[in-house]
């Protein structure tokens, strides 16, 4: 059943809604929620697919599903029209006005309405992607401050790292903040590439969210072994890569690959002297889990991200 979680007029007699989809045995809601929420940033296409192909698999077995699935996969909508980031003509990142305010503006009127209709689930899965400069490995990230009851859910999301952050570095007008701190449970995750979608890391994770509706008694259908991810929860294992040449980069490794101290991540180069700027080296031995994706770079951009040696198990 597709239903408007919230609306609001736009000029020239249009309407912006926010719709979810929700699937539960013989129609009836019952049983544990849970909800699939992506796309609060226009250009992150990642989840698009995500929800497509997780309705799909569970049509194809629905006398399986014993809970209720809620997905969203236009939080932004007006965003993902427009292959934007934020909420056009507003210059707003939807994902810095929540738990929002019902007698506020039209966008934290909106970010209201969401938190409304997404609290009291049982498990919610916040998707994002990178940017159009930077492609991820599928991960999790966590605040150190829930980390007792999101890792073990994480660990159950057949993803590849997951990622514990300190709660100064965490923004509380955030979607996962204002739930989490409110008790509806939230994995944010990131996976991929802005702009694109990335079949393979989609399938990855819609595997993981069926394991997760297992776990949580949502789902009867067969599942796969989930993949045992990589945890950092220390700031300093870490390592990050900035440029110190402007120039176009092109990569040597890939993001998901093991790197030694000393190995060529990239090279930032001048096309139009046809020389070598810059070698990147990778300063540590570790795990690559990100990796600059667009080739022109300014000194100090990103190149990459590595999980130190001693982190990786």
């Known amino acids: 059943m ?5 609306s609001a007029g736009l000029p020239v007699d249009e309407t912006l809604r926010i ?18 929420v992506t796309g609060i940033h226009g250009d992150e296409l990642e989840g698009q697919f995500v929800c497509y192909e997780l309705l799909r698999r569970i049509y194809a077995e629905k006398e399986k599903l014993t809970g209720t699935v809620d997905v969203y996969p236009a939080m932004n909508p007006l965003g993902i029209d427009s292959v934007t980031r934020g909420i056009p003509a507003f210059d707003l990142d939807m994902n810095r006005i929540f738990p929002g305010n019902m007698d506020g503006s039209m966008t934290e009127y909106l970010a209201s309405e969401i938190i409304r209709d997404l609290s009291g689930s049982d498990l919610c899965l916040d998707i994002h992607a990178s940017n159009i400069y930077l492609t991820e490995i599928p991960q999790i990230r ?5 980390r007792n009851t999101l890792v073990p ?5 057949n993803i590849d790292f997951i990622w514990v952050h300190g709660a100064n570095t965490v923004l509380e007008s955030t979607l996962a903040y204002s ?9 944010v995750v990131e996976m991929g590439v802005g702009m694109r979608i990335t079949k393979e890391y989609g399938c990855q994770l819609v595997e993981g969210i069926l394991n997760l509706m297992r776990v949580l008694g949502i789902w009867q259908g067969e599942t796969v072994p989930v993949r045992q991810p990589i945890l950092s929860d220390r700031a300093e294992d870490v390592c990050f890569l900035n440029a110190g040449e402007a120039g176009i980069f092109v990569k040597e490794a890939m993001h998901g690959s093991r790197v030694e101290k000393g190995q060529m991540i990239g090279q930032i180069i001048d096309p139009l002297a046809g020389k070598v700027l810059e070698e990147v080296l990778s300063p540590v031995d570790g795990f690559l889990f990100t990796i600059r994706e667009y080739p022109v770079v300014d000194e100090g951009s990103l190149m990459a991200r590595i999980l130190t040696g001693g982190a990786v198990k």
């Not at 966590?142 to 829930?146: A, D, G, K, Q, T």
């Open 19 to 36: 719709q979810k989809h929700r699937v539960s045995p013989a129609g009836k809601d019952c049983g544990k929620r849970i909800s699939i």
């Open 179 to 187: 739930l989490n701190s409110t008790g509806t449970p939230t994995l």
């Open 2 to 6: 597709i239903t408007t979680i919230a």
């Open 153 to 157: 859910l994480a660990m159950e999301s």
């Open 142 to 146: 966590i605040n150190e401050l829930h």
